[in-house]
Each structure stands twice: as C-alpha cells, then as structure tokens.
C-alpha cells in the first residue's frame, strides 16, 4: 500500500499541474494525428476533419485544381444514375474490401457485370433500402470500382478518354457515357482512385438514396462550418458521396439537389465521423462503424481510442481495455489514450496500475482541462477502495473533477460542452455516495442535495443538449446506492418506479441491443439496492420482490460481463442479500444457504492482486452466512466462512475503513462455535478477543471522521463553498 500512496498526494503535487494544463487546448492534445480536430468534436469541424489522405474533400479539391471541362450535355429525357447499367453496381463485400493485389483487382473488374442500357427500363422499379449499417459494399460503376480496376481495364472497358488533363499523381480523364453530363475519373499509379459523375438531372438527396438502395439515416452530413451548410452526404459502406449544389448567388436553393456523385475506395474517416455523430445509446451501430475503420486503417490511434471507448459505454471491459492500449501502444504520448487506458485498466480490475497511470496523466503539463477532470474523477473513484488515508481523499478528488468540468459547461463546443456535464453529473453522485458512508449530522438531506444537483444538471443535458433518457437512470440508481448505506433508509420505491418508467420509455424508441443491455444491467443493480434498503427497513416480502427482477435483468448478462470484477461482486452481493432475508426475516436458513452457495465463489474471488484495493463489507457477509451453515448442521464450514470473515473485518480495521468493535460478532461466534465443538482452546482465545474490545474507545481515529460534510455548488459556472452546517455524528440506525 505504500507505494501506492504517494499517487494519491494532491494538496501541493496537482496545484502547479493545475495551472499550467488549463491554457491547453483540448483539440490539438486530445489527437495529433490526421484526427487533429478530434473525431468525437465533428459538428464545428466536419470539413477540416477529413482533409486528410484519400479522404472526400481532398479527392475532390483535386478534380476542382484542374482545369475546367466541358460537358457535354444530354437529352432531357434521360433518367440519370438508375438507367440501368448506368447505377452504381456492389461489389461482392468480403471479396472486395481490401484487395490483396493488382491480378486481384483485375480479376474483379474483368467480372463486374454489364447489361446494355437498352434492354432495360427507363424506369426501373425502386429498391427498399435497408435499415442500420450494412456490410462494406464498394460501388461498381459500369465494371469499374475505384481502388481495384487498373487504368488499362478502364480503358478497355469504356475505350479512350473524350479528354485528358494531367494531374499531381496522375491523370484526370473525361467520359461521355449516355444519360450523364460526363464522368470524371481520377487515374493514380495506373490505379483508379475516384470517379465523378455528372448526373443529367439534379435530385434530392432523399430521391437519390431511394435510386441506390441506400439508407439516408446512415448518410453522414459533410458540413462547411464557415457557410453552416451542409456540402455533401457520404454513404460509408458503398465508398459513395453525394456532392449538395451550391446557390448561383441569384437565385437562392429552397431544397437540398445533387448533381454530381463521387465513388471512391472505402474510407475510414467517413466511417468514423458517422460513429462520432451517432446518439449516445446506438452502441452496436457506433461500434460496428469503428471496428469497419479499424479494417481501413489497422495503424490510426485515434480509431482504437473511440472504440475503446464505445466499448467501455456498452460494458464490455476486456475489449475496452485492449483496444485504449493498442491506441496508447501507437502514439504513447497521447494523454486523452492515457486517461481512457487509466478508466479501462480500473474496469478490468488492473486497480494499481489504474492509478499509476491516472497519476501519469495528472502530473502531466499537457493535461487540457477535459482530460484532467476526467482524471480526476478517475482518481477519486479508485481512492475510494483504498484505507482510510487514501478514501478520504475520494471526495477531494471530485471535488477538483467538478471545478475543472465545471469550467467547460458552458463551453461553445458542444462536444467538449456535453463532455464536461456529463462528468459533472457522474462526480456529483459519487460525491453523493461517498458522503453516504459517513457519519455527519443531517446527512441523509446533504446527499439527497448532491443527488438532486447531479438530477437538475442530467436533465438539462436531456432536455438542452440531446442528452439520452440513460442518464436519468444514472441518477436514480446511484441515488439507491447511496441509500442503501443509510439503516434505516427512506423507500426505494418512487425512484424505482422512475427507472422502469424511463427504461420503458428508451425501449419505445430503440432497440440497440448493447445499450438496452447496458440500461437493463443498471437497473438490475438498482433492484439489488432496493432489495438491501427493505431488507434493513423489515419488508422481507418488497425485498424479495425486487430480487425476482434484479435476477431477470442481472443473471444472463452476468456471464457477458464476467471479466468486469465489479460484475462478480455485484452478482455475489445480490445472491447474498436473497439469502440474508430469507435467513434474518423468515429463518428459513435452509433457503438461505442455497442463495449462499452462490454467493460464496462471486465474494471471494479476487481477480488480481492489488495493493490499494480494501475489503469492506465482504468480512461481515461470510459472518452472517455462516450462522446460516450452523444451523444446516454444517458446522465446520461455519467455522471456516466466520474465520474468513474475521481476517476480512481485521483487513478492514487494519485499514481504517471499518471500527475494530465490529469484531466482536466474529469473535464471540467463533468462541460459541469452537465451545460447542468441545474446542475449548480457541473459545477461550476468542472470548478473551472479545472481552478485550469492550475496553476500546469507540471514538477511536480509523473510519474517515469528518467535522463538516461537503455541500455542492448551487449552479454551474458559480463558485462553491463549504457548508458548515453540517456536524458529527453518530449514524442513524
């Protein structure tokens, strides 16, 4: 432990960090790769976000550099785009993704279909796009797809260029083809790398999706920030962007019109900025899109990052972790990959190492203030599993975490802007729980304050900021978490019912499997905490009802989350609160054991070794099922779960973290257990234990003692101030 201690020093350590990380800018540090404008910073910045190598934009600056051509123009009648042979043609998906090599691409193009125009419909009937991202399906145009057919098979499919025009890399050349106003293709290394094509008639973005099949809510809206106004909408799947018109600066545009379409090869960044624009609750399409880029470009940070990221949102830990150390593998300096490598080890159970390297990222001078908040609450959540010494430090922390975040709630980006609030949200109620494991006088109405800050910023991002229903169920279930520490407490029933209310609500309007298990997971665990709080208010029957549904909504999701230690934990604690009613409230012990069975391996398992990490109520849980194992006629393995817990409480004490008085039940059990076992020797040294409690001062230094609980801060943007109000006392019980 002392090694770790020193990491969590922050009263003169942090202050010179302080000042120097706040006139960073949260952009350049956050990606200094080609995502420099931050992938997860879209809406001010589209544009410059993907200038970038074989990106939209660029490889259309490229067509617009050379000089002007002439087009020819068509007969009016013709439709444009879906004559047919004329439509963009898909690639098999697998085959065509990523070329191995050239005799490949050959291959390809040499058998793409062709169908004479004129054994087909003028107007053919119309596809029905399909709904969610869809496999990558590169577009074929008249047998050539741009990234796999060579200029050789160009030419020899649609014979010599009308005109030619040399480029930087290449060669730009103009086809005449029937029903168009000409298609421009870009010729690089003998590669094809981009086709424009010249549509006859101007369409709707909409009307034009229909005609390709394509689904418009999975179009990505390329936005010009300095004319606000959208100038394209890429299709990431089939490599496909559709390019909006601009006013002649007479006649103003009413409507959206397309008239030119670029095909390009698949491009990761289009994949990216559609993930980046996603709502917070459609994890499997968001995630679906990053792990497509990452296909792209195996090698981008910043890609690895956001997929962490996606995966932490939807709990899936491993997987989180593995992907924020691939992106801090790439680019090690990268303090943002830092801090989501930090929340990613923690959630994998990798405590020491989570706060080394959350240490890391605070004394940093380059810190920008969003990724030093969220270190911060970072760390305020590991101190509060440490001893006495290092948990009292847990409010402390998030305390710092609210005074950066806070900083950046009224932030003109609104990326940065929901960032920061949603952090402010989530350090409130941590706040708020820790402050619920304390004796302070009043304190159930100082918490129910922290909560209902926390409440009133949440709902303004909802209401305000787009922010998702889930965050109302943060709220609630934390706030029972917190209640849970009080004995007794207030009902959990209204906050329940406000959970199922808002997870019946989300389910009308998605059906992202992930997030609906992510937001079933949580209310789960809210059950688990109201099942506690009537269990210590004497209701076995509410009790056990909340049981029945924290089981529905925990038990098949437990196995998905099993490399989450907490998930072990949560599964166990919820095993042993079924028990522990049927035991207390109905003595039927036989009943609790079963529950107990279960809970035993989930609360004693330690997924690794850690120095920081302290038991807490774990000890007093094997105590309470071991009475039951008495009675059941198991007598030594009584003996052994009431040992057990006894080294657990003694850990705790040791600790600070809990009052060394709490040994007597251990001890004086053991003394009954071992006396009726005829063990004579050790049911007097047990006894002795006991009689040598009752001379402790119970006023003694060790849980985390306060004189004054912290109050939250009355607005955002305001300064905050201690309230004094508040003084020590003894817990209610």
């Given at each position: 432990m002392r090694r770790l201690v020193h990491y969590f020093q922050h009263e003169s350590s942090l202050s010179d960090v302080t000042r120097l990380a706040l006139g960073a800018g949260l952009v350049g540090l956050m990606l200094p790769t080609s995502y420099s404008s931050a992938i997860d910073d879209l809406a001010p910045a589209v544009v410059e976000t993907i200038v970038v190598e074989n990106s939209v934009v660029v490889a259309k600056r490229k067509l617009d550099d050379v000089a002007p051509l002439e087009l020819e123009e068509g007969d009016d009648s013709l439709q444009p785009i879906m004559v047919s042979d004329k439509e963009p043609q898909l690639a098999d998906p697998e085959e065509h993704l990523m070329p191995k090599a050239k005799d490949e691409a050959v291959k390809v193009a040499a058998n793409a279909a062709e169908v004479p125009?004129?054994?087909?419909?003028?107007?053919?009937?119309?596809?029905?796009?399909?709904?969610?991202?869809?496999?990558?399906?590169?577009?074929?145009?008249?047998?050539?797809?741009p990234g796999v057919s060579t200029k050789k098979q160009l030419i020899e499919s649609w014979g010599s260029?009308?005109?030619?025009?040399?480029?930087?890399?290449?060669?730009?050349?103009?086809?005449?083809?029937?029903?168009?106003?000409?298609?421009?293709?870009?010729v690089e290394d003998g590669l094809v790398t981009l086709m424009k094509i010249n549509l006859r008639r101007a369409l709707s973005p909409a009307e034009l999706a229909e005609k390709i099949a394509a689904d418009t809510d999975e179009a990505v809206p390329l936005e010009d920030p300095e004319a606000n106004r959208v100038v394209a909408y890429a299709y990431p799947e089939r490599g496909i962007v559709m390019v909006v018109d601009e006013s002649d600066g007479i006649t103003p545009l009413t409507t959206e019109k397309i008239s030119q379409m670029i095909l390009q090869p698949l491009d990761p960044d289009t994949f990216c900025l559609r993930a980046a624009e996603r709502s917070f609750g459609e994890l499997t399409n968001r995630i679906a899109d990053l792990k497509q880029a990452l296909k792209l470009a195996?090698?981008?940070?910043?890609?690895?990052?956001?997929?962490?990221?996606?995966?932490?949102?939807?709990?899936?830990?491993?997987?989180?972790?593995?992907?924020?150390?691939?992106?801090?593998?790439?680019?090690?300096?990268?303090?943002?990959?830092?801090?989501?490598?930090?929340?990613?080890?923690?959630?994998?159970?990798?405590?020491?190492?989570?706060?080394?390297?959350?240490r890391e990222v605070l004394d940093s001078e380059g810190a920008n203030p969003l990724i030093r908040a969220q270190a911060l609450?970072?760390?305020?959540?590991?101190?509060?599993?440490?001893?006495?010494?290092?948990?009292?430090k847990a409010i402390h922390f998030h305390n710092m975490a609210i005074t950066e975040a806070d900083k950046l709630a009224t932030s003109s980006d609104p990326t940065e802007r929901m960032a920061?609030?949603?952090?402010?949200?989530?350090?409130?109620?941590?706040?708020?729980?820790?402050?619920?494991?304390?004796?302070?006088?009043?304190n159930m109405e100082n918490v129910g304050d922290w909560v209902a800050r926390a409440s009133e910023i949440a709902e303004g991002l909802i209401s305000n900021e787009g922010g998702d229903l889930g965050l109302r169920i943060t709220v609630a279930e934390r706030s029972l978490a917190a209640l849970a520490n009080f004995k007794p407490s207030n009902d959990p029933e209204p906050l329940i019912k406000e959970i199922e209310k808002t997870l019946e609500t989300i389910k009308l309007d998605s059906d992202d499997p992930l997030w609906?298990?992510?937001?079933?997971?949580?209310?789960?665990?809210?059950?688990?905490?109201?099942?506690?709080?009537?269990?210590?208010?004497?209701?076995?029957?509410?009790?056990?009802?909340?049981?029945?549904?924290?089981?529905?909504?925990?038990?098949?999701?437990?196995?998905?989350?099993?490399?989450?230690?907490?998930?072990?934990?949560?599964?166990?604690k919820l095993f042993f609160h079924i028990g522990a009613v049927h035991a207390v409230h109905q003595t039927q012990h036989g009943e609790a054991v079963k529950w107990y069975e279960k809970a035993i391996?989930?609360?004693?398992?330690?997924?690794?070794e850690s120095e920081l990490l302290v038991p807490r109520h774990e000890g007093e849980a094997l105590v309470s099922m071991a009475v039951s194992y008495?009675?059941?006629?198991?007598?030594?393995?009584?003996?052994?779960?009431?040992?057990?817990?006894?080294?657990?409480?003694?850990q705790a004490v040791t600790a600070g973290v809990m009052k060394k008085k709490t040994l007597a039940v251990p001890y004086g059990n053991l003394a009954a257990m071992h006396k009726k076992q005829g063990n004579m020797v050790e049911a007097q040294r047990y006894a002795k234990l006991v009689e040598s409690l009752k001379t402790i001062n119970e006023s003694q230094p060790g849980v985390a003692e306060a004189t004054e609980s912290p109050a939250p801060q009355a607005r955002t943007s305001q300064p905050r101030t201690q309230a004094n109000r508040n003084t020590q006392r003894t817990r209610r019980y």
């Open positions: 125009a004129s054994d087909q419909p003028e107007e053919p009937a119309e596809l029905a796009a399909p709904e969610g991202p869809q496999p990558a399906q590169p577009a074929v145009f008249h047998g050539i797809q260029p009308d005109e030619v025009a040399p480029t930087d890399a290449g060669q730009l050349m103009l086809f005449q083809l029937e029903s168009f106003r000409g298609v421009e293709v870009l195996p090698r981008e940070a910043s890609i690895h990052w956001q997929l962490s990221q996606a995966l932490s949102d939807a709990g899936l830990a491993t997987e989180a972790e593995a992907s924020a150390k691939r992106a801090l593998d790439i680019e090690p300096e990268n303090l943002a990959y830092r801090q989501q490598w930090a929340k990613t080890l923690s959630a994998v159970g990798k405590f020491d190492n989570a706060v080394i390297t959350t609450y970072q760390m305020g959540l590991l101190a509060a599993l440490g001893d006495s010494s290092i948990a009292e920061a609030k949603r952090l402010l949200v989530d350090a409130h109620l941590a706040i708020a729980v820790e402050l619920s494991k304390q004796d302070y006088e009043d609906i298990d992510q937001l079933e997971w949580r209310a789960g665990v809210a059950y688990q905490h109201a099942l506690e709080i009537e269990h210590h208010r004497r209701h076995p029957k509410q009790a056990l009802e909340y049981s029945e549904k924290a089981i529905a909504l925990m038990a098949d999701k437990a196995e998905e989350r099993r490399d989450c230690p907490q998930t072990v934990q949560q599964v166990g391996p989930l609360m004693t398992t330690q997924a690794s008495w009675d059941q006629g198991e007598r030594n393995r009584a003996i052994r779960l009431t040992e057990q817990g006894a080294d657990l409480i003694e």
